[in-house]
């Protein structure tokens, strides 16, 4: 056991799946191989930097990190703080990369805001569904994308209908602020 446990520590792969391997199975001429077990190595990242720049409609994106192992299958996903409803853009982060990742994204991809980003290993035959990490956990860090000015002209261009409102409302930290939109949106009662 102890040598398979070393073989897992010292693995790049994110994941790795344990066999059971079965002899003189009847009605089987060849031995039969069942996965019974996948262990899911962590990342263990401790801080995490992102810096971002809009230029023409793209932003350009430079992440880099302190800690962690560098294991295949890493990914880099923007979970929106103001937009909980919607799924994380999720960027495959190459395995050839160690601390600092750079990239480039469209602006129609990421809109300004507040952002969990998080690095996780992702199992490609898996169909299990990720959830939005909690706030401080490990290979995680909240950041604001965009400039004070992006953000504010991006709050502005907002609809008049539920999902603009509730985005406001998740942008705004400010209680009373945040009490005021509640109170249009209740007085407005129009969903467009």
């Not at 560098?70 to 909980?84: A, D, V």
């Not at 990421?110 to 990720?130: F, H, N, Q, T």
């Amino acid at each position: 056991m102890g040598e398979a446990a070393d073989s897992i520590r010292t693995s790049r792969d994110g994941y790795i799946l344990v066999h059971l391997e079965l002899d003189d199975l009847p009605g089987h001429p060849n031995p039969v191989n069942f996965p019974v077990l996948k262990f899911l190595q962590s990342v263990d990242i401790n801080s995490i930097i992102l810096d971002s720049l809009l230029v023409d409609n793209t932003w350009l994106l430079s992440l880099s990190w302190e800690g962690g192992r560098q294991l295949r299958n890493r990914h880099l996903r923007f979970w929106s703080l103001w937009q909980p409803w919607k799924l994380p853009l999720d960027i495959p982060i190459p395995d050839k990369i160690v601390n600092k990742f750079e990239t480039e994204v469209p602006r129609s991809d990421l809109s300004p805001g507040k952002y969990r980003i998080e690095i996780a290993i992702v199992d490609p035959w898996s169909s299990r569904e990720y959830i939005r990490p909690m706030f401080g956990t490990l290979s995680t860090g909240d950041v604001i994308l965009g400039n004070t000015e992006e953000c504010e002209n991006y709050i502005r261009s907002l609809s008049s209908n539920v999902f603009g409102y509730l985005e406001r409302y998740l942008a705004d930290e400010d209680t009373q602020n945040r009490l005021q939109t509640l109170e249009r949106r209740s007085s407005n009662g129009d969903d467009r």
